[in-house]
């Protein structure tokens, strides 16, 4: 089992549309969970983190994270063309140093 | 505020060779974690540096090796160079005092091995 697995894609959205991306985990004791964008060719670069249950906004974007279920999801909301990329999950389990990533999932958002 | 920074930003090797990529923090950083990614993958963990010293080690070889200076910049080395080993790699800076441990990555070292 992946430490942290995700839907490789592609997802493809209408632009104006909620994009959905989805993520579980294996490491029931992780406790910060983030959600980076990496545009084509480009490092990945932070959109949001949570570390709590429950949903936090920022902007377009909604994080949504339940430890119960070890799952994290990542709402887009009147999603753009801009959008088109590969998000990527990542997580830090307890007592180590390391952030783990999942391999991605590619979105497009369609004009 | 001045962000990560990567350098040398392309590189192409032979195969057997040794490589050397550097990486300063971001401004008020004083850990730098080293990850390989390669196409269609997510980014792999190879190690974190934290006080000149190596805390966590990824699934990696020996063939890897890093450094952290005072100035809490770094260096990855590699080794006996692979065709494998051609990827992106990725320097990430964090604040060893934040819970959260957020990290932040600079632009990448494409390395290509022939």
């Known amino acids: 089992q992946k430490e942290v697995e995700q839907n490789s894609g592609p997802l493809s959205v209408p632009e104006g549309a909620i994009a959905s991306l989805n993520c579980t985990y294996s490491?029931?004791?992780?406790?910060?969970f983030f959600w980076y964008r990496q545009y084509s060719g480009k490092s990945p670069e932070l959109i949001m983190f949570?570390?709590?249950?429950g949903d936090k906004e920022d902007g377009r974007f909604t994080a949504q994270l339940n430890k119960a279920s070890q799952y994290v999801s990542l709402l887009i909301r009147d999603s753009q063309p801009s959008d088109s990329a590969t998000y990527l999950c990542?997580?830090?389990?307890?007592?180590?140093?390391?952030?783990?990533f999942g391999a991605g999932t590619r979105l497009f958002v369609k004009a | 505020d001045a962000g990560v920074t990567q350098s040398p930003t392309h590189l192409i090797k032979t195969r057997g060779q040794q490589v050397t990529l550097r990486c300063s923090p971001k401004?008020?950083?004083?850990?730098v974690s080293w990850y390989q990614q390669a196409l269609g993958q997510g980014p792999q963990f190879i190690f974190q540096y934290y006080e000149e010293e190596e805390r966590q080690r990824g699934n990696f070889p020996d063939r890897f090796s890093g450094h952290q200076f005072p100035n809490y910049s770094s260096e990855l080395n590699v080794n006996a160079l692979l065709l494998g080993d051609s990827a992106l790699y990725l320097c990430?800076?964090?604040?060893?005092?934040?819970?959260?441990?957020?990290?932040?990555f600079g632009e990448g070292s494409w390395l290509t091995v022939v």
């Open positions: 401004s008020g950083h004083d850990t």
């Open positions: 949570i570390y709590s249950n």
């Open positions: 990430a800076s964090s604040l060893y005092t934040d819970s959260g441990n957020t990290i932040y």
């Open positions: 490491d029931r004791g992780s406790q910060s």
């Open positions: 990542a997580v830090k389990g307890p007592g180590g140093f390391k952030t783990i």
